[in-house]
């Protein structure tokens, strides 16, 4: 899930009628949540305080339900991100697999703490819950593709990679 | 039958359908089973994973298993242990796992000493953290005046939660995050919206939650002098629990009753106390605005009631045996008596009282149809949590008001205007909303729905099927004791014997006739002809600082009493602690303390009314007449005194019905052209409350509230006894067509909920 290129305004009809869509679409409204939640972000590259009320009220949720929703799922931003996001599994098999390693690498590079963006603007580093790549442990994934596992010089093949904005998902 | 189970070989009933913890806790066991999870109230969650017990199995093909007990349905005969290693083992390293980030504050937390998280770790032994890591910490939440935040202390029970969500069905309050970062509060900091936000610091078994009101003057819960009291600011008469050190009032806590409150207050009731600690209350008589001794005021008293030309005046806000004394005092003197201020109010007590028995609030919760008429949580918080409990169950909720109330959001809504409710509430008989169901309830917020809507609400009753039940509310706690004997008329003769200057004296009550009280508009053009008002009351008011005489009076947790509440349920309260004042030296005789010193700590506070009474009664030489009369007035309403631990007793049924007979009250006619009064109240709101200045920080803005079709900033009413000007405020969830406002001003203008009124509009420039 990388950041979109340009922000797609929350007023914008299109935007709104996909959304009001996927409302309708759903038994009940408030089961549209997570969907709803995934299109603002696409759009928007993570979820701000308008695009949260704007899902509370097209869902009939508050917005202190929605908000719950977010922070629950490691998969929803509510923070700015970088071009790219690494999220790195911090779970039992990766963490007996190295784990630590690899997230510490991939800070350091990035230069900022977990979660930030990278000086560059290229990238956010986040730990991240079991992605169910155990068998493949350490395992990340940069934006919707999951990758494992990795090991030191991966990890740098692809930092570099991201940097210089030539990688590409398989 | 008699079901019981085993716990470590003892016995413990159960009521089938309960838990083992919960069997266990009310068999007093808790010793044995540490939990947190659980609440009475709340129910099991599973979550906490310390109350392990091990079940042993009838046959020998299961082994033994541990599992949890608040999960575990009681049966028969089953058998259950912790006195084994193994269950101690667990406890032990449950809480050792609940204990990981927990800080080691206990001597600088609020909740040291009350804290179930401390309690369980003592029980269970651990002593030491294995743990070495970094812990991790948050960032508190700024919640407002009056529950404060310290995250760290969280052991995820979730307790909060279930309470704020569920129970209380609140908005602005969740659970954030997952896994290890899991938190508990707002969106963003900003005062907490339920009205009933305080349980979350009872409710919360650790120092996450503390009372933010109590932190401001706090001492150690084992410093304080507690004990059985009724909260005063309604007619639902919750049980609390005050708490004072050093003679004043710290914390009001709930006490359990199941018929009324069961484990929660409302925000009023436990935050409303620094009513007592409040600069402006009057410690001291004071005499045409000078501080004077008890004496010198009794004196001129006295001598007031000697010329024979005394009207008395009760009050719904003072508690039934302080009524019953002035009552009998003006019956020794054959002098005019009422108890409340206005013939409207009379009529609306009347009709209040001439309800059938009404629902207790555990009855309310039990409830599958309910019909709420106004804005009931603004009145009677805890009589809209019972709402909300039957709401859980599948209750059927319809709400008749003038706005779109937060009860009104979670059920169907009819937007009505005040004179419109009366009409639906006489058709409600056949209205859809109440049919198909095992229990319908009526809730009416009395003032709303006025004297001809209570009436209709009575006669709706009688054609509802036989165990349909009404209840009707107001924000006094007594206005069902100090009503009963006021009779038809009563306020009426008042005012004229003061009309035809048969009376020059006015003796009130914990009254404020020239304030905010009904009909204060009336009292004001009737005041020039009063010589002199004595007023006693615990509360400063308009009343008070015009008065000619002002006797302070113990404020509620520090004297005995009695309050009748809106079933006729009348309860007992205890004092709890005595009130120490500071007293002049002037004021006290023969005392050469200097004043340049602070004067002198009287050991104790104003005495209660019937003290000034009775003194009065001796002074007069008719102090045996009035204490028979007294008693027997008493015992009239209540043969049986009830206990303060117990849950009352009842009015008996004749007694209410001598008011079925009342007058059939007039009913008003609006036209659709007029505009019409509502009243505006808010869940923190009543006399003694407003005094309270945390709780009282978040009330909302006075104003005129109107719907936002009306371009204007602000209008000026005009009623029969003043005009009133007040700054718009747009409320969009209003009804078009109605206006509302407090009290205070329908008391300036003399009208009545209902009442057309006439306004002059400031347009926008
Ligand atoms: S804040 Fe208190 S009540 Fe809420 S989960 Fe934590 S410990 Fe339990
Ligand atoms: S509902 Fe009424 S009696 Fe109960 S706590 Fe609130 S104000 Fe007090
Ligand atoms: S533990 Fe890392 S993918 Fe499952
Ligand atoms: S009390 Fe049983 S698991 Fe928490």
């Known amino acids: 899930m990388s950041s979109p290129t340009s922000i797609v305004d929350l007023n914008d009809a299109s935007l709104l009628a996909r959304l009001q869509d996927l409302v309708a679409a759903s038994p009940v409204p408030e089961a549209a949540i997570s969907e709803v939640l995934q299109v603002l972000q696409k759009a928007r590259g993570y979820i701000d305080g308008d695009a949260l009320r704007l899902a509370a009220s097209l869902t009939g949720l508050s917005p202190v339900r929605v908000e719950e929703l977010c922070t629950f799922y490691s998969l929803v931003l509510r923070e700015p991100v970088g071009t790219h996001v690494l999220r790195i599994c911090d779970s039992i098999a990766c963490h007996m697999a190295g784990a630590q390693d690899i997230l510490t690498q991939a800070r350091q590079h990035s230069g900022v703490d977990l979660g930030e963006v990278s000086r560059s603007g290229k990238l956010t580093v986040i730990p991240h819950v079991c992605i169910g790549l155990c068998d493949r442990a350490p395992a990340l994934m940069v934006d919707d593709q999951a990758l494992g596992p990795v090991d030191t010089q991966t990890l740098t093949r692809l930092l570099a990679q991201l940097e210089a904005d030539i990688w590409k998902p398989s | ?765």
């Open chain 2, 1 to 765: 039958m008699k079901h019981v189970f085993f716990l470590d070989g003892q016995e413990i009933p159960f009521i089938p359908g309960q838990n083992v913890l919960e069997a266990a806790i009310a068999a007093g066991k808790n010793q044995q089973i540490p939990y947190f999870c659980f609440h009475p109230a709340l129910g099991s969650l599973g979550a906490c994973r310390q109350c392990a017990v091990k079940m042993y199995a009838h046959d020998s093909k299961h082994p033994p298993r541990i599992t949890m007990a608040c999960l575990l349905p009681a049966s028969d005969g089953l058998q259950l242990v912790t006195l084994e290693d193994d269950v101690h083992t667990e406890h032990r390293e449950i809480i050792e796992l609940l204990m990981t980030n927990h800080p080691l504050d206990c001597p600088v937390c609020d909740e040291g000493g009350q804290c179930h998280l401390q309690d369980m770790t003592v029980q269970t032994g651990h002593s030491v953290r294995h743990y070495s890591g970094p812990k991790r910490t948050y960032r508190n939440q700024d919640l407002g005046p009056l529950v404060y935040q310290e995250m760290n202390r969280c052991i995820t029970c979730y307790r909060c939660v279930r309470f704020y969500q569920d129970a209380a069905q609140g908005e602005d309050f969740g659970v954030f995050g997952s896994r290890n970062r899991v938190s508990f509060g707002r969106l963003e900091d900003g005062p907490l919206e339920s009205p009933f936000s305080g349980n979350l610091v009872e409710v919360c078994p650790t120092g996450v939650f503390t009372d933010k009101v109590f932190r401001h003057d706090y001492v150690r819960v084992w410093d304080l002098q507690q004990g059985p009291s009724v909260c005063p600011h309604c007619a639902v008469g919750c049980n609390t629990t005050p708490g004072a050190r050093l003679g004043t009032l710290r914390r009001i806590r709930n006490r359990i009753r199941p018929e009324i409150n069961g484990h929660f207050l409302c925000d009023r009731g436990r935050y409303a106390f620094p009513y007592v600690t409040a600069n402006s209350r009057p410690l001291q008589p004071r005499l045409m605005g000078e501080t004077t001794r008890q004496d010198a005021v009794l004196r001129q008293l006295a001598s007031r009631l000697e010329e024979g030309r005394s009207g008395f005046l009760g009050s719904p806000r003072e508690d039934l045996q302080s009524n019953l004394g002035l009552f009998a005092l003006a019956d020794c003197l054959h002098a005019p008596f009422a108890a409340v201020t206005s013939s409207w109010a009379e009529a609306l007590a009347q009709q209040c009282l001439a309800l059938p028995q009404a629902p207790s609030l555990q009855e309310v919760a039990a409830a599958d149809r309910i019909v709420v008429i106004g804005d009931l949580d603004s009145i009677a918080p805890m009589a809209g949590f019972a709402v909300r409990q039957a709401l859980r169950q599948g209750a059927r909720l319809t709400v008749l008001a003038s706005s779109r109330t937060e009860l009104a959001q979670k059920g169907d809504y009819r937007p009505l205007r005040p004179s419109a409710l009366r009409d639906q509430v006489a058709q409600l008989a056949d209205d859809p909303c109440l049919q198909g169901g095992r229990f319908p309830v009526l809730l009416a917020t009395a003032e709303t729905l006025g004297p001809s809507g209570l009436y209709a609400l009575r006669k709706t009753l009688e054609k509802l099927p036989a165990n349909a039940r009404a209840g009707a509310f107001v924000n006094r706690p007594n206005l069902f004791g100090a009503a009963y004997f006021a009779a038809d008329g009563h306020t009426e003769r008042l005012q004229q014997a003061l009309r035809q200057r048969k009376i020059n004296h006015l003796l009130c009550l914990g009254a404020d006739p020239l304030g905010e009280d009904w009909g204060a508009g009336t009292w004001r053009t009737l005041a020039p002809g009063l010589d002199g008002l004595t007023l006693l009351d615990m509360v400063d008011s308009e009343t008070a600082r015009s008065a000619e005489a002002l006797i302070p009076v113990a404020a509620f947790p520090e004297r005995a009493g009695l309050f009748v509440n809106y079933e006729g349920r009348i309860q007992a309260f205890s004092p709890v602690y005595r009130r120490e004042a500071l007293v002049l030296h002037s004021a006290v005789q023969g005392s050469g303390f200097p004043e340049a010193a602070g004067g002198l700590k009287h050991p104790i506070g104003p005495p209660p009314p019937l003290f000034w009474l009775g003194r009065l009664a001796e002074m007069l030489h008719l102090h045996e007449a009035w204490q028979k009369r007294l008693d027997f007035y008493l015992h009239f309403l209540c043969p049986e005194r009830p206990d303060p631990e117990g849950p009352g007793v009842l009015l008996p049924d004749t007694i209410r019905a001598r008011f079925e007979i009342a007058a059939v009250p007039a009913t008003r006619t609006v036209t659709p052209e007029q505009w019409e009064l509502d009243i505006f109240r808010w869940y923190g709101g009543e006399t003694l409350a407003d005094t309270a200045d945390e709780l009282h920080s978040l009330a909302p803005a006075r104003g005129l509230r109107v719907h936002p079709d009306v371009q204007a900033v602000a209008a000026t009413l005009h009623g029969p006894c003043g005009d009133l000007q007040l700054p718009v405020i747009a409320c969009a969830e209003m009804v078009q067509g109605v206006i509302a406002i407090d009290q205070e001003g329908f008391a300036e203008l003399g009208l009545y909920p209902g009442d057309p009124v006439e306004v002059s509009w400031e347009q926008r420039q």
